[in-house]
């Protein structure tokens, strides 16, 4: 029998299972342990999104680390991109965050060494900023790097992103093709697969400012095998194992090949905030009734 590794799924089934990532009786999608915040792009401000990753990764006082290379690893004239510290960390510092890093590199090779990767040894959250997603790929595909963000999780921590920071957890990567966003699926195969911090399934985002909501139903038709999820701005899931809740502004579109539809239906059904969906018996397990209050953001205690 024939094994396709081209197919997004097995080829990081692959590599994770070689590295001890995929534990047997793991959940089937989410992590085993530890929590994703998936954001469909826009802002967050009064969609409690930012208060649940920081309460997630356990208060103002936690180690966060901010990841900003998917804006870009060069310039438009081919020099390396540069980026600066208090720039991109201060608006989290400005919402209350008292330990939060910056980690960048454009050099796979620094990304895979002991070095580079050390500050993720203890962190209790990574979060992903958003702009092209296939520069994070290059950054740090299948480098000591990419093995601690997944460290992250089996720690019990927390991966989050929104837009680019959001398909980049999944496993397709959906837009991922040098050439322009408007190209869904790559030409490009060392662009094809996400960081499958949510296996088999591909993440598109900002659905509805940009009207993208059946862009992904190609990608669903070549990997029957993905789940397809289209986030709204201001819009995130909170994934823990095979589940998600919708928390934000607006919508999550599923593209869920295995329900039937009606012939003048769309391949996809929504969720809106509230609502519980499982990915592995893919079964709407609770509806919500309303967009949440923001919750407070939780103080950690003190270390000594």
């Known amino acids: 029998m024939s094994v396709n590794l081209n197919t997004p799924t097995l080829a990081w089934a692959l590599l994770l299972s070689a590295s001890g990532i995929m534990a047997q ?12 915040v998936i954001v469909g792009g826009g802002s967050d401000v009064g969609t409690g999104i930012f208060e649940t990753f920081v309460n997630k990764a356990g208060g103002l006082n936690a180690k966060i680390v901010v990841v900003p290379t998917a804006g870009g690893n060069r310039n438009s004239d081919g020099t390396v991109k540069e980026y600066k510290a208090e720039e991109v960390l201060a608006s989290w510092k400005k919402r209350g965050l008292t330990n939060v890093h910056m980690l960048h590199t454009h050099d796979a090779k620094v990304a895979d060494t002991e070095q580079f990767a050390s500050v993720l040894r203890d962190a209790k959250a990574v979060w992903f900023v958003g702009g092209r997603q296939w520069n994070i790929v290059d950054s740090y595909a299948g480098t000591l790097t990419f093995r601690e963000f997944h460290k992250v999780l089996e720690r019990g921590g927390v991966i ?15 837009r991922g093709a040098i050439a322009g966003p408007d190209i869904v ?12 911090f949510l296996r088999k399934v591909a993440i598109d985002q900002h659905i509805n400012t940009r009207n993208r909501w059946d862009d992904i139903i190609p990608v669903i038709k070549k990997y029957p095998n993905l789940l397809g999820l289209g986030l709204s701005e201001g819009t995130a899931i909170v994934v823990t194992g095979d589940r998600f809740e919708v ?10 090949n295995t329900r039937q539809y009606q012939p003048w239906e769309k391949p996809y059904f929504v969720l809106a905030a509230g609502d519980v969906y499982n990915m592995k018996t893919r079964v709407v397990e609770k509806y919500g009734n309303g967009s949440p209050v923001p919750p407070p953001v939780i103080l950690a205690p003190a270390t000594k």
Not at 185 to 196: D, K, L, V, Y
């Open 25 to 36: 009786g793991a959940p089937e999608y989410g992590p085993a342990k530890g929590t994703l």
């Open 185 to 196: 699926m790559t030409p490009e195969p060392q662009h094809e697969h996400g960081f499958a």
């Open 247 to 256: 928390i934000g502004k607006w919508k999550v579109a599923v593209h869920d």
């Open 160 to 174: 989050g992103g929104s837009s680019a920071g959001a398909t980049i957890q999944g496993d397709y990567l959906v």
